[in-house]
Structures are given as C-alpha cells and as structure tokens.
C-alpha cells in the first residue's frame, strides 16, 4: 500500500475527528485507547525517525489527545495538502 493510501486509512480508522483548522495545522482528535494504534501506525508508515528530534506536541483535551500532523509530518515527502484536500477536510 502507497504511503498515502495507509496514512489515510491509519487517520480515519483511529480518529472519529479530523481535519484542516488553518493552513498549517491538520488536526487529529484520538480517544487515549486509540493513541498507541495510531503511534505504531506512523511508525510502520513513516518509520522511527518520527521521534528523532525529540518528539512531537501534542494537546490533552477532556477525553481527546489531539495532534497536528502537518507539523508532525512536515519533514517527509508526504503532501497533507493533496492527501486531505482543505475544501473536503475543512474543521
């Protein structure tokens, strides 16, 4: 499966909520049991260079841990822009 085929299956099958918030920011609202697939699932995509600079931020919210992949994911040859399509995946 293409890289964006699985980021895009991996993103609707853990998130319930998900979407372009601005133009930088694709955001990603994860129930905590869902957080660890969706680790593991980055890291078979994207492998574990995800981690090298230390990590990523992410939100604590209620019940949600939230995440913006464009900034999680703007140092690979992956295009947000084209996989989600800010008129179709606006939030």
């Known amino acids: 499966m293409d890289t964006d085929k699985a980021l895009k299956n ?9 979407g372009w918030v601005d133009n930088d920011e694709f955001m990603i609202w994860l129930w905590w049991f869902n957080v660890d697939e969706f680790l593991q699932g980055l890291k078979s ?7 090298d600079d230390g ?14 992949l464009y900034d ?8 947000l822009k084209e ?9």
């Open 55 to 68: 990590g990523f931020d992410v939100r604590v919210i209620d019940d949600n841990f939230v995440f913006n």
């Open 83 to 91: 996989i989600f399509q800010q008129s179709e995946y606006k939030h």
């Open 45 to 51: 995509i994207f492998g574990w260079g995800l981690f």
């Open 10 to 18: 991996l993103v609707s099958n853990c998130s319930d909520e998900f």
């Open 72 to 79: 999680i994911l703007s140092c690979y040859d992956c295009d």
